[in-house]
């Protein structure tokens, strides 16, 4: 299948599975073409393989990236505008939360969580100043433990807030280069990331399936972020997760 050229590039990390993949197949059928990034390429690329049967292959394409490391973050935007000759877009969406008490975490379980929830963003926008033209556009995933959470994920949580400082500093930094950035903030959503969460599984966080959204939900969010439609949105925090934290 033959589509034209695409108007949209778009980079998403953490691209193989869950949130990152609906995101993929959202933004392929809105005619983008997507640099799917993440650890595992094998992963990516069995993914990318079922994406290629309902889009033009020639739109797909799969990088590993370590998005906590700056090098890696270089060489994944460098291939995505080698492969599709510019870039203008990018889902950070790469996410690590761990479970552990306060009192017996060190100094690594904080660095692991940080360099990919945080240090990964600030990487890629980095990049987006850099080397995206006037009218480019990036959404970070946050979470709404940026606002509310629970015990056993602290690394986690203050990661995921200080992802919503980063994007509104961002914001401001980029207007003025024709970039906008903003934030999505996913509640309860039906991926192994919330059924896995050992926290659910105990109880401590009770979970309603009357708040549980699906990926393509997020995805629709993100999507709508992305567009030239919301060319006048930046610096936002979108909440999305079926009205949970609204209720008293």
């Known amino acids: 299948m033959q589509t034209e ?5 778009v980079i998403v990390t953490g691209a193989a599975g869950g949130i990152g993949l609906a995101v993929v197949r959202r933004l392929l059928r809105d005619g983008a073409a997507v640099m799917m990034a993440g650890h595992h390429l094998d992963k990516l690329d069995a993914a990318a393989g ?6 033009d292959p020639a739109h797909i394409a799969t990088v590993a990236c370590d998005v906590s490391r700056e090098d890696q973050v270089v060489a994944a935007v460098d291939a995505t505008i080698a492969r599709f000759g510019h870039w203008n877009r ?4 790469a996410g690590l939360m761990t479970f552990k008490p306060l009192e017996e975490q060190v100094a690594d379980d904080w660095h692991s969580v940080l360099g990919v929830d945080l240090l990964g963003a600030f990487f890629f926008i980095k990049q987006a100043f850099l080397k995206m033209q ?3 556009a990036v959404v970070n995933v946050s979470s709404i433990h940026a606002v509310e959470t629970e015990p056993l994920v602290a690394p986690y949580a203050a990661a995921k807030a200080a992802l919503l400082s980063l994007t509104r500093s961002a914001a401001l930094e980029g207007k003025p280069k ?3 950035v903003n934030a999505v903030l996913p509640g309860a959503v039906d991926t192994p990331m919330l059924w896995d969460n050992p926290n659910v599984g105990a109880g401590i966080e009770v979970i309603d399936k009357a ?9 629709a969010a993100i999507a709508f972020l992305l567009s030239d439609e919301a060319r006048f949105v930046a610096g936002e925090a979108m909440r999305v997760d079926g009205g ?5």
């Open 90 to 93: 990018v889902v950070n969406n």
């Open 211 to 219: 708040d549980v959204g699906t990926p393509d939900d997020i995805a």
């Open 178 to 180: 024709g970039i906008r």
């Open 134 to 136: 006037h009218g480019g």
């Open 5 to 9: 050229a695409p108007q949209h590039v």
């Open 244 to 248: 949970r934290l609204a209720r008293l």
């Open 50 to 55: 079922q994406l290629a049967r309902d889009a």
